[in-house]
């Protein structure tokens, strides 16, 4: 879910990193739906609580970390968001290049590979190529991402 824009337009912009199905529904549209479905309008506020708690962090995060942490945390995040690591620990494939690592999280490229070389030798992940991550031990990237290492 993307979000209810309170103006007439969106202030950012989304782009996918795989196949997605996108629905669209006007605001009226869901108004009607969360009034007729309450447990929907419970959801949508837990998403967007979630969604806010998240951006508060980062960006209360932003002067505070490095660049380490930061990558951790966003290979935390992508780590909870890929099914085949639902339970925890184990590998993954980034859908995304360094270049874009680098755009999403403010930094640049070199900034980027410095913190997955620093994270590899750590042994916080495994690396089998540019875009194949093992994360050994989610406690230990958690660590990292919170800046306990």
Not at 32 to 49: G, S, W
Not at 86 to 99: H, I, N, V, W
Not at 123 to 132: F, K, L, R
Not at 138 to 143: A, Q, V
């Amino acid at each position: 879910m993307i979000g209810i824009p309170e103006g007439a337009s969106y202030l950012v912009t989304a782009e996918v990193l795989g196949d997605v199905t996108v629905c669209s529904f006007t605001r009226t549209r869901m108004m009607e739906m969360i009034t007729k479905y309450p447990e929907l309008a419970a959801r949508v506020i837990v998403k967007f609580q979630g969604e806010h708690d998240r951006g508060q962090s980062q960006m209360l995060a932003l002067g505070r970390l490095t660049a380490k942490e930061w990558v951790a945390g966003f290979l935390l995040m992508l780590m909870y968001k890929t099914p085949e690591c639902a339970d925890g620990d184990g590998p993954f494939t980034l859908q995304m290049k360094r270049a874009d690592i680098a755009d999403y999280l403010g930094v640049t490229v070199e900034t980027v590979s410095r913190s997955f070389t620093k994270l590899r030798k750590a042994g916080v992940i495994e690396s089998g190529g540019n875009a194949d991550v093992t994360v050994p031990n989610s406690d230990r990237l958690e660590d990292v991402a919170g800046g306990e290492m």
